[in-house]
């Protein structure tokens, strides 16, 4: 009788401790099950009636979980470097489902760590697998794997990121699609051109009204401009 009391002593706290650290993933659920387990009664911080509010587990009484400040200062790198990438990806207009190529470049443990979670940088940053690789920092390996035009990502101190512009954008789709921004652009130009150009609407119209159309004729000139040298 006193094995199996025992036994059932095991299977709440397990159980109890499991529900607990499952809970930030599955808060419901785990609320749920977690009230139709045996538990003392409630303290005056009311901690015991919720999940939500109980006390995160700990190795005993006394001694708080066991962490790894290296382990977490790894983590972060690897969260800045995922970011990194998809923040190339989104400025550069990158579909979505599209895979790109990326060179890693990084210094000792750093290094060691990202090769470590590179399936895990694949899938998250959206990289084809077979066009990732990662350098060792002022390696013979890293310049050459670098030397085309490529978009450089400095995630921190000893560790980068080098996106091929090739297998960012589509040349023939970029190409077309910045014509027809110029194309949109001249139209745009024009329209406005002519209103100024209108001695009715410069002798007529207010004087910041006038200035405005000049601001804005301007700042058009200035877009397409840019476009064109694209």
């Known amino acids: 009788i006193e094995e199996a009391k025992a036994a059932r002593r095991v299977l709440v706290y397990v159980l109890d401790t ?11 659920v785990t609320e749920q099950l977690w009230h139709h387990l045996p538990r003392a009664k409630p303290h005056s911080d009311q901690s015991a009636h919720a999940l939500m509010l109980s006390d995160w587990p700990q190795m ?15 983590f972060e790198c690897f969260q800045s470097l995922t970011r990194s990438i998809r923040n190339a990806r989104a400025e550069y207009n990158v579909e979505p489902g599209k895979k790109i190529s990326a060179i890693i470049v990084a210094s000792g443990m750093i290094k060691e760590e990202i090769e470590k979670e590179v399936k895990s940088l694949v899938s998250l940053a959206r990289l084809d697998p077979e ?3 990662v350098y060792e920092s002022g390696s013979d390996e890293a ?13 921190q101190d000893g560790l980068e990121a080098f996106l091929p512009l090739s297998g960012l954008i589509d040349p023939d789709k970029e190409r077309k699609r910045l014509t027809k921004q110029q194309e949109k652009l001249q139209v ?9 150009q209108s001695k009715g609407f410069v002798d007529k119209a207010p004087v910041p009204v006038v200035d405005k159309a000049k601001a804005e004729l301007a700042e058009l000139e200035a877009q397409a401009s840019m476009v064109q040298k694209s």
């Not at 005993?60 to 790894?74: G, I």
């Not at 310049?143 to 990502?153: E, R």
């Open 188 to 196: 745009e130009i024009k329209k406005l051109s002519g209103r100024l």
């Open 143 to 155: 310049k050459a794997a670098t030397a085309d035009d490529s978009v450089q990502l400095v995630v």
């Open 60 to 74: 005993d009484d006394n001694s708080p979980l066991v962490s790894s400040d290296e382990a977490v200062a790894a």
């Open 18 to 28: 499991t529900l607990r650290l499952l809970h930030p993933y599955m808060p419901y």
């Open 131 to 133: 066009k990732v690789a």
